[in-house]
Structures are given as C-alpha cells and as structure tokens.
C-alpha cells in the first residue's frame, strides 16, 4: 500500500511569477490555477521577498505562484520601492509570466512592462489572456508584435475567465519547474489560504489603529499554526516593521497597542478558521533597503530619484 501523503521521490519544486498590468486578469487565472480564492502570503525567495499567491500540485511538480501588485509607471518613491521589489521577485523566481489583456494589446502599460524585461535573466513567457473578447487574427499580430520586443520562451492563449488553454499553461509549467523539493508539504496546502488570510488580517488590525504612524511596507508573516488536541490552534505570527522607533508605536504603552490588535485580528481569525485560537504576535525591526541604494545595486536595480 502506498501513503498517499508521502510526495514522489522525484519531486519538483519552483517559483513563477506572475506580473502585468492591473487588470490583466492576474487573480482570475490565479483563481483558475489554483482552483480556490487565495489571498496573499509574503515568502523569502532568496534574498527578496515575494507574495505568494497560490501553490499548484501537478503531478511530482510544486508550482509556486508569487505576484506583486503595481509593478508599472512609479510615481512617488514608495511606489518605485514596490516597484523595485517586483522586479527582484520576477529575478528570483525560476520563470516569470508576462500576461497581457488581448483586448487592450500593447498599450503603454504593457508595453513599458516589455521594455524592461531584459532585467529579468530567467526565462519569460507571454500569457495573452481574453481571448474570448478577441479574433484570432488580432491575437497572431499581438503575439508577433511582443515577440519583437522580448525573446518569449513560449506564448500562450488563454482565457482566465472560461478556463480555455489554463490546463496547457498548468502542464507546462510543470515540466519547467527544477528538480527539488516541495516548499509546502501537500498535507499543509488545505490551510495555507487560511494562514494568508490570518496574516492579512493582523495587517488589517495594524494599519486601522496605526496607519499614520506605519510605513506601507510593515508586513505580517504567519510562522506557526498548530492545532491542539481540544481543537484549538496556537498562532504565531511576526509583525515586520523598519526601525526601533514604529517597534515601540507597535507595542504601545505597556503593550496596550499590540494587545489590542492581537484581540481584534483573534476574534476575527477565530470566526474564519471555526476554531478557538491563541494569538501570540511578535515585533521584529527589518532593515529599510528601500532608501538604501546599495541593495537596489545588489539586485541589478537602478536606485530610484
Ligand atoms: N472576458 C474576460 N474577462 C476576463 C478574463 N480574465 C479576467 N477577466 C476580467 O478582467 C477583469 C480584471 O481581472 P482581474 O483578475 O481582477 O485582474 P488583475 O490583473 O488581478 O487585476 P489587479 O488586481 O488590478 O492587478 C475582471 O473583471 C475579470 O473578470 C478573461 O479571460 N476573459
């Protein structure tokens, strides 16, 4: 008999990031990838960090989806910093898809997204998506024209919303990923949305009570989540924050702050997961690189002016 938790020995293992341009039609292909609605956790890949937004099992491959939002046309210094980071989780992941809203084609946010695509030194795909709003002859230009902008591994036609060409793209991505092996364990994927939501939450908790005080990039990461024998689980989660001084605005005046957002995110975490939980939060300082041009060097980024 075999154990149908125990992964093939040959397993897979590998990050795709996925960038476009808002409303590309990111979430609904993520949604039809990964077949649930999952919010967002923040992973280390490497050395930058990335979101993840969803994990794929596909036979012995582990499909690691991570995103960033905002990924073009920077205005102020906090958006170029998001920017940045993007960048550095399409370099880091082992292959990135480009989507691209067929109908719209390449209009300036596509096509600025394009042009900097020679950053990226892992392979790139081209995901033309809606092409249920588009006719075929529209979409042999499109893919011609992206073509001569950037040397596409493969391209492929898809529609998010009805589910056309999104099992090919699954397939593929599969057999791309590198022999490794799997990051979350497929006995841990069923609650993994449920730790993004938790950590979401906390961040929700955070800025409603600190949002003048917090800079945008304070995150929250979901360490632990046990489940005991009454049913209950213990949580523990780290708030992230760039310097002493927003550690102490965290905690507050005899750690009044901190306690009553771990109330407000308990209650609510609690009513999502149907179980009593412990929350225990902790505040950890994280150097700010975003005003540092030293790590945008490291990563192969202009520094921002
Ligand atoms: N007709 C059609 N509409 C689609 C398709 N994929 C996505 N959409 C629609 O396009 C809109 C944007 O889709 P989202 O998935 O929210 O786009 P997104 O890229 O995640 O957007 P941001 O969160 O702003 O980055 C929604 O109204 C979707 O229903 C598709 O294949 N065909």
Redesign the pocket.
């Known amino acids: 008999m075999t154990d149908i938790e125990t992964p093939p020995a040959d397993t897979k293992c590998g990050f795709v990031a996925l960038i ?1 341009a ?8 993520l949604n039809a990838l990964v077949g649930a609605k999952v919010s967002i956790v923040t992973h280390k890949v490497q050395t930058t960090r990335a979101l993840v937004r969803g994990v794929v099992i596909e036979g012995n491959s582990e499909i690691i989806f991570v995103d960033t ?1 905002g990924i073009f046309a920077p205005k102020r210094r906090l958006d170029r910093a998001m920017v940045a980071t993007a960048w550095g989780g399409a370099k880091d992941a082992d292959l990135t898809g480009v ?1 691209v809203d067929a109908r719209k084609g390449l209009d300036d946010e596509a096509l600025e997204i394009l042009e900097r695509l020679g950053q990226v030194k892992k392979p790139v795909f081209l995901i033309l ?5 588009v006719k075929r002859e529209q979409l042999l230009k499109l893919t011609q024209d992206a073509s001569e902008k950037h040397p596409f591994v493969r391209v492929f036609m ?5 589910g056309d060409g999104v099992d090919d793209l699954k397939q593929w991505l599969a057999g791309e990923m590198p022999p490794g092996p799997w990051l979350y364990p497929e006995d841990q994927l069923s609650d993994l949305p449920l730790r993004m939501l938790a950590s979401e939450i906390t961040r929700e908790k955070l800025f409603l009570r600190l949002h003048e005080e917090l800079p945008y990039s304070s995150t929250v990461e979901t360490e632990l989540w046990e489940v005991r024998k009454d049913g209950s689980a213990r949580i523990e989660q780290t708030i992230y924050v760039e310097r002493e001084s927003q550690k102490k605005i965290v905690i507050g005046k005899g750690g009044q702050t901190i306690k009553s957002i771990s109330m407000a995110a308990r209650d609510e975490i609690a009513e999502i997961a149907e179980q009593p939980i412990h929350l225990f939060l902790f505040v950890k300082v994280r150097e700010n690189w975003s005003d540092d041009p030293e790590r945008y060097r490291e990563m192969g980024l202009e520094f921002p002016r």
């Open positions: 476009g808002p409303n590309a039609g990111k979430s609904t292909l939002p989507l998506n809606k092409i249920d709003l898809i529609s998010a919303q009805n």
